[in-house]
Structure formats: structure tokens, C-alpha cells
Nanobody, 122 residues
Framework: QVQLVESGGGLVQYGGSLRLSCVDSGRTFSRYAMAWFRQAPGKEREFVAAMSWGGKSTYYADSVKGRFTISRDNAKNTVYLQMNSLKPEDTAVYYC???????????????WGQGTQVTVSS
């Protein structure tokens, strides 16, 4: 069973940076594709970025491409999301998720963290 805990959210000004972390307390982290999703108030959860289990493949939403970077350290059971050049529209609760394949849809991921709030002020 994969159990995920996110951290690193907070309040940041327009153009600032944050680094989110997601630690897996299970023992099978290295065999899962990992992803980040986000959900703003009144909106559906949307895909942000994903990385294959070995780290060789990544996929980003167009809205964050060039600004966000996903990475993972399998030795630490941790996936990261480096977020640069943040905009107010990036404000949301950010969730990490684990699944068997590198995908960009919510339904493809069976394990989720509790989320961490990111707020970007203008």
C-alpha cells in the first residue's frame, strides 16, 4: 500500500518559487509512476506533471511547461515539484498521486496524498 504525504506549500508572491515534496511511506514507491495534480476552488482537479517509475519520462500540462519541474529520488521515496515563475492562477491545493502507468488523468491514479495549499498573491 502506498501512503503519500505532501509538504512545501505556502504563500508566495507573483514570480516566486516553491518546492513541493511528497514522501511515500510504503515500500513499493520505485515501481510507481508519480504525478502532481491541483484543484482550485470551484474547479475540477487537473493534471500538472507526471514522471515514470524510473524517472526517464516526464509529462507536463501546457500551463506549467517551462516553469515547473517534476523529479524523484527513489532512494528517499520522494517526488518533488519545483515551481518557478508562479502566477496567481497557480493557486490551488496540490496533490501527489501514484499509479502503475505514466498518465495525465485522475482516474489512472489510485493512491493520493492529502494535499498542500499553494497560494500566489499578485
Amino acid at each position: 500500500q502506498v501512503q503519500l504525504v505532501e509538504s512545501g506549500g505556502g504563500l508566495v508572491q507573483y514570480g516566486g518559487s516553491l518546492r513541493l515534496s511528497c514522501v511515500d511511506s510504503g515500500r513499493t514507491f520505485s515501481r510507481y509512476a508519480m504525478a502532481w495534480f491541483r484543484q482550485a476552488p470551484g474547479k475540477e482537479r487537473e493534471f500538472v506533471a507526471a514522471m515514470s517509475w524510473g524517472g526517464k519520462s516526464t509529462y507536463y500540462a501546457d500551463s506549467v511547461k517551462g516553469r515547473f519541474t517534476i523529479s524523484r529520488d527513489n532512494a528517499k521515496n520522494t517526488v518533488y515539484l519545483q515551481m518557478n515563475s508562479l502566477k496567481p492562477e497557480d493557486t490551488a491545493v496540490y496533490y501527489c498521486a501514484a499509479g502503475p502507468l505514466l498518465r495525465a488523468t485522475v482516474d489512472e491514479y489510485g493512491d493520493w496524498g492529502q494535499g498542500t495549499q499553494v497560494t500566489v498573491s499578485s
